[in-house]
């Protein structure tokens, strides 16, 4: 008598116990299958939006410092160090364009202790003192800046830090703003506590480390024109002084 053929045993999976690994085939038997690929849950994605994750992005492609440009309206700001990162000397240069006048900044050589072909034709430079600061928006999340100030704004500030009640400069947070138009500019800055941010500008106060996930600039941000490029400049200046 012939002996009966085994088949091999099948393991029947029902379908509320399948895995992300295996499937069922015809028969019923368990298979290798591609893991099934689940769409993230709300929240779980790194990917942020807002104006100020936006400006964030933006600001990121450049490889220049990102200055804090004031406006009337008063911006929220901390400082990152309690003195100011880079302090160097800049010349405003106008010319004009096929698209109208421009004015362009140049640091000057004489920051490093070498010679300016702009200072020499009698273009005066002006003292600039860098902070990093962190620009904190509505939502609570916060931007990195380079606030570039002159001498009027140096001594308001240098007169915070020694201030017992206010210094030094990263205990606390200041609004700041700009009024005025042309020849009439005036930057203001004063400190501003952390109720009135709650309470009167209805800002979130954000964690320690936001501020400390943000990457300080440094000295070696601060960019030199090459001499030849500064020569040039000089020598069109002296045109129209003539």
């Known amino acids: 008598m012939a002996t009966p053929t085994k088949r091999p045993v099948r393991r029947i999976v029902p379908k509320d116990r399948l895995t992300d690994a295996v499937e069922p085939d015809e028969d019923g038997d368990e298979v290798p299958r591609k893991p099934i690929k689940k769409a993230a849950a709300a929240g779980e994605s790194k990917v942020r939006g807002g104006w100020t994750e936006g400006q964030r992005t933006m600001d990121s492609t450049s490889s ?17 160090d309690d003195t100011p990162y880079a302090n ?10 096929k698209e109208g006048k421009s004015v362009r900044a140049y640091t000057c050589p004489t920051t490093i202790q070498e010679d300016c072909p702009l200072c020499e034709v009698g273009d005066r430079a002006q003292a600039v003192a860098a902070f990093n600061v962190a620009l904190v928006g509505d939502d609570g999340q916060v931007l990195i800046k380079s ?11 240098k007169a915070y830090a020694n201030d017992p009640k206010v210094g030094p400069l990263t205990k606390g947070y200041f ?35 936001d501020f400390d996930r943000l990457v300080k600039y440094t000295p070696e941000i601060v960019d030199f024109t090459p001499k030849k490029t500064l020569r040039e400049l000089a020598e069109e200046l002296a045109d129209e002084y003539e």
């Open 88 to 97: 160097f000397k800049r010349h405003w240069i106008e010319r004009s364009t």
């Open 64 to 80: 220049f410092a990102q200055t804090l440009k004031l406006e009337e309206k008063s911006v929220i700001i901390k400082f990152l």
């Open 147 to 157: 606030w570039d100030v002159g001498p009027r704004l140096f001594n308001v500030l």
């Open 175 to 209: 609004i700041a703003s700009k009024t005025g138009k042309r020849g009439t500019v005036q930057h203001n800055v004063s400190p501003v506590s952390r109720t009135a941010l709650r309470e009167d500008y209805d800002i979130e106060i954000p964690a320690q480390e």
